[in-house]
């Protein structure tokens, strides 16, 4: 007991030593504080588990400080949070995910309610990128993975899971997962949300193997299909953070974790980016239509046309009234709306656009989703816009 309050006073007395103290910790000390301490703490509300975890790290590390007055001070202020704040833990509103063939490859899925022809209904959501189906085919998954869902006070529930409807990786980017009927009831379902630009989100998921609650995601842009916010984690911590629940301020799910960006050297900028909740809808009525449900096509968040959920766009092209070609993007892998955007501003001349698709399918034997670009198949389709008439005047036959 004396040792543990010796090194709660000697933290808080370190912290508060001057810039002279602080000068000693040269180079792998102050390494070892974004490679050690950093990683606990900057989970916020809560990152450090508990007091306890604390101390360990003071103990092992005690000359792993920051040297500059602002970070010593940024540093305390999250320690004092990390011992004085309740401590969220995982239950089953969300689920931690698992490659069967690959272990070690762990990642998030949340869990969520909707009401579907009157009827509440839950399942899960993940996001599509997150279970490669082949070395090949990065952008693919498979149909089954092992479901583990955290319950205080109760052994770990272990089950199987089924993606049921989906949109490509390229597109929202998110999938809807089916559990086992008997599962069902033991789960705590969020209800969907939505969220206003400028406000401050937070989100829970698993970091590959830990349960990680981050604060202070302040939406920076928003658009029909996209939200994005500061990302207030380093980088190392993110992984696996993919499919995991965004949240307001009442609890509500608002959007699914897509993925995030940072800065070279500063890890702790960038942005992230979510898949908005009402999307999960669509996915839903994919599942009991057999696949089939128009989603809105937005360019500058206006709808041009629909397409169906499980489509993914390969090329846009810009053409003149005589239909030659003024501008085209072929696409490797994400479908960006801010790139067409720019490209039409370019070209206010421009006639017409033409977006040529392709469909998602599952392989022959059904277990793994091939969205492959470069696969030649039967479901390409091309989209005409009259962009001077604001009219869809060629579209696919169904």
């Known amino acids: 007991m004396r040792k ?7 933290a808080g007395a370190v912290l508060s030593a001057g810039p002279v103290c602080a000068q000693n910790y ?16 900057s989970s916020l509300p809560t990152p450090i588990k508990n007091q306890k975890e604390l101390l360990s790290i003071l103990k092992k590390k005690p000359k792993l400080l920051p040297k500059t007055p602002a970070q010593r001070t940024a540093l305390q202020r999250k320690l004092q949070q990390a011992v004085s704040l309740p401590q969220p833990e995982a239950d089953s509103h969300i689920f931690k995910a698992v490659v069967d063939i690959d272990p070690d490859t762990r990642f998030s899925g949340t869990v969520f309610s909707t009401v579907y022809q009157g009827k509440k209904e839950i399942y899960g959501a993940i996001a599509t990128h997150t279970i490669p189906a082949e070395e090949n085919d990065p ?24 993606v049921v409807a989906f949109s490509p990786v390229s597109m929202l980017d998110i999938a809807l997962v089916k559990f086992p009927a008997e599962v069902e009831p033991l789960l705590k379902p969020f209800s969907l949300g939505s969220a206003k630009l400028g406000e401050t989100l937070h989100s829970v998921g698993y970091n590959h193997w830990s349960f990680t609650a981050i604060s202070g995601r ?26 995991s629940a965004v949240l307001n301020k009442e609890n509500k799910l608002v959007a699914i974790h897509t993925g995030s960006t940072f800065q070279p050297g500063n890890f702790l900028t960038g942005c992230s980016f979510a898949t908005p909740a009402n999307y999960l809808n669509f996915l839903v009525e994919a599942y009991h239509q057999q696949g089939r449900a128009q989603i809105p096509f937005f360019i500058n968040k206006k709808q041009f046309f629909m397409l169906n959920v499980d489509e993914y766009v390969l090329s846009v092209a810009l053409l003149d009234k005589q239909h030659e070609v003024l501008a085209q993007q072929q696409l490797s892998f994400r479908f960006s709306h801010s790139k067409l955007n720019k490209m039409m501003e370019q070209h206010p001349q421009a006639q017409y656009l033409r977006i040529i698709t392709r469909q998602a399918k599952w392989n022959e034997a059904g277990t793994a989703l091939l969205v492959n670009r470069d696969w030649p198949d039967d479901s390409q389709k091309t989209y005409l816009y ?10 696919p036959l169904e």
């Open 4 to 10: 543990t309050i010796f090194y709660f006073l000697l």
């Open 26 to 41: 040269l180079g792998a000390g102050r390494a070892g504080v974004n490679a050690v301490i950093s990683q606990k703490i």
């Open 139 to 162: 952008f693919g998954l498979f149909k089954h993975f092992t479901v583990i869902i955290h319950r205080p006070g109760r052994p770990p529930l272990k089950t199987k899971a089924e």
């Open 218 to 243: 302040k939406i920076i842009q928003k658009t029909p299909s996209s939200i994005r916010t500061t990302m207030p984690l380093e980088r190392i911590e993110r992984t696996g953070l993919c499919g």
């Open 386 to 395: 009259d962009l001077q008439h604001n009219t869809l005047i060629t579209a």
